[in-house]
């Protein structure tokens, strides 16, 4: 955290729509820049949206899957002009808790957000279920879930679609390759 204290990192905590968005989304990417020339290296600006259902509608139809299409459509737009990655964290309908993993049709609004997705990843970890075991997708051998994720990846622009369990530790939301340990160097 000390090492990212310097980094323009900013908060925007409240419910909006895209219009509002956008400008300052690109306040932050000027300030990314600023910041990049006066340390002297290249940083790439983030935009995480964390909670997908506090988007406010700017469409006209007066559905909250047109408004989060909306939204996203004109985000994926900006992102593509001014060189944004954006990460999404959306949920997951209760009814995915009874699988042994999630499906794209577990996220809510899926169609909306793999529409408007280049990758599309669902994280899944076992143990918060209280399932001792997972099956390990490279070996096919079952293996303890204690301290691991099991990363579905349902849609990738540049990769085939397929799964890969690496290690987590949710205390300090910390994950890590699953041939190395907790405090290998990155």
């Not at 490279?138 to 301290?147: L, W």
């Given at each position: 955290?000390?090492?990212?204290?310097?980094?323009?990192?900013?908060?925007?905590?409240?419910?909006?729509?895209?219009?509002?968005?956008?400008?300052?989304l690109k306040?932050?990417?000027?300030?990314?820049k600023a910041k990049e020339s006066i340390e002297g290296i290249q940083i790439q600006p983030v935009f995480a949206l964390d909670f997908i259902g506090r988007i406010k509608g700017a469409s006209r139809y007066g559905s909250k899957t047109y408004d989060i299409?909306?939204?996203?459509?004109?985000?994926?737009?900006?992102?593509?002009?001014?060189?944004?990655?954006?990460?999404?964290?959306?949920q997951l309908l209760r009814s995915a808790d009874e699988k042994a993993a999630p499906e794209l049709v577990d996220i809510k609004d899926s169609?909306?957000?793999?529409?408007?997705?280049d990758t599309l990843i669902i994280g899944h970890r076992?143990?918060?279920?209280?399932?001792e075991t997972v099956i390990d997708p490279?070996?096919?051998?079952?293996?303890?879930?204690?301290?691991r994720i099991l990363m579905r990846v349902m849609k990738a622009r540049e990769a085939a679609?397929?799964?890969?369990?690496?290690?987590c530790n949710m205390e300090y939301f910390r994950m890590w390759h699953r041939d190395d340990e907790w405090n290998s160097e990155y």
């Open positions: 955290y000390s090492e990212g204290a310097n980094l323009p990192i900013h908060y925007h905590q409240n419910a909006t729509d895209i219009n509002k968005l956008i400008p300052v306040k932050f990417v000027h300030d990314t299409e909306d939204f996203l459509q004109g985000l994926k737009e900006f992102a593509n002009d001014y060189g944004l990655a954006v990460y999404i964290l959306a169609a909306t957000i793999e529409d408007n997705s076992p143990e918060y279920y209280r399932k490279q070996t096919g051998a079952e293996v303890p879930s204690k301290n679609p397929g799964d890969y369990l690496e290690n």
